[in-house]
T-cell receptor, first 112, second 115 residues
Framework: GQQLNQSPQSMFIQEGEDVSMNCTSS?????WLWYKQDPGEGPVLLIA?????ELTSNGRLTAQFGTTRKDSFLNISASIPSDVGIYFC????????????FGKGTKLSVKP | GAGVSQSPSNKVTEKGKDVELRCDPI?????LYWYRQSLGQGLEFLIY????????KSGLPSDRFSAERTGGSVSTLTIQRTQQEDSAVYLC?????????????FGPGTRLTVL
């Protein structure tokens, strides 16, 4: 099935460092979403973006909806050990419904 | 319930057997989705139910896969004549309009292993 191009695949960082990951697509999306998945659990929504150019923050997380509507990035500032997990971007064609198209994920490891 | 629940949490089956996976969505949510997550991969869309409309089955990989949603609530994903490549985590999500958005909330998944 269709997937988004998400990079990097994995990151190993020191606690306190900032993190950046991004997703690109050949298709235009109306909504970009960022999820985090912990082992043995389903993905949990972190940030949702609905307008091209939109920049949204959620605590130490900041995400942007690219102006071309074909890309998005997620930044995590001052990482902490509990940030460990797999981060997925997801795009949605429909207004606010319909299935999500996911990236393959970025696995984040944080050294205390 | 408080969140999306799925059962069983783990299922081991032999190649060729049929399996049924269950999803209980958040009460009141009108939309229900099934996704499949293979090892080290992102989520792959399978099927989408919205209210009483005909489901969007465009993501089902073969005719061995089917799903139904009874009474607009509980859903069952059935895989017939399972193959080893069906081994994956099957995730269910539900959504309903809240604060103007249709955020999809995911269950913990069912890990299917086909021997």
């Amino acid at each position: 099935g269709q997937q988004l191009n998400q990079s990097p695949q994995s990151m190993f960082i020191q606690e306190g460092e900032d993190v950046s990951m991004n997703c690109t697509s050949s298709s235009i999306f109306n909504t970009w979403l960022w999820y985090k998945q912990d082992p043995g659990e389903g993905p949990v929504l972190l940030i949702a973006l609905y307008k091209a150019g939109e920049l949204t923050s959620n605590g130490r997380l900041t995400a942007q909806f690219g102006t071309t509507r074909k890309d998005s990035f997620l930044n995590i500032s001052a990482s902490i050990p509990s940030d460990v997990g797999i981060y997925f971007c997801a795009g949605q064609y429909g207004g606010s419904q319909g299935n999500l198209i996911f990236g393959k994920g970025t696995k984040l490891s944080v050294k205390p | 319930g408080a969140g999306v629940s799925q059962s069983p949490s783990n299922k081991v089956t032999e190649k060729g057997k049929d399996v049924e996976l269950r999803c209980d969505p958040i009460s009141g949510h009108t939309a229900l989705y099934w996704y499949r997550q293979s090892l080290g991969q992102g989520l792959e869309f399978l099927i989408y139910f919205q209210g009483n409309s005909a489901p969007d089955k465009s993501g089902l990989p073969s005719d061995r896969f089917s799903a139904e949603r009874t009474g607009g609530s509980v859903s069952t994903l059935t895989i017939q004549r399972t193959q080893q490549e069906d081994s994956a985590v099957y995730l269910c999500a539900s959504s309903g309009r809240s604060w103007g958005t249709d955020t999809q909330y995911f269950g913990p998944g069912t890990r299917l292993t086909v021997l």
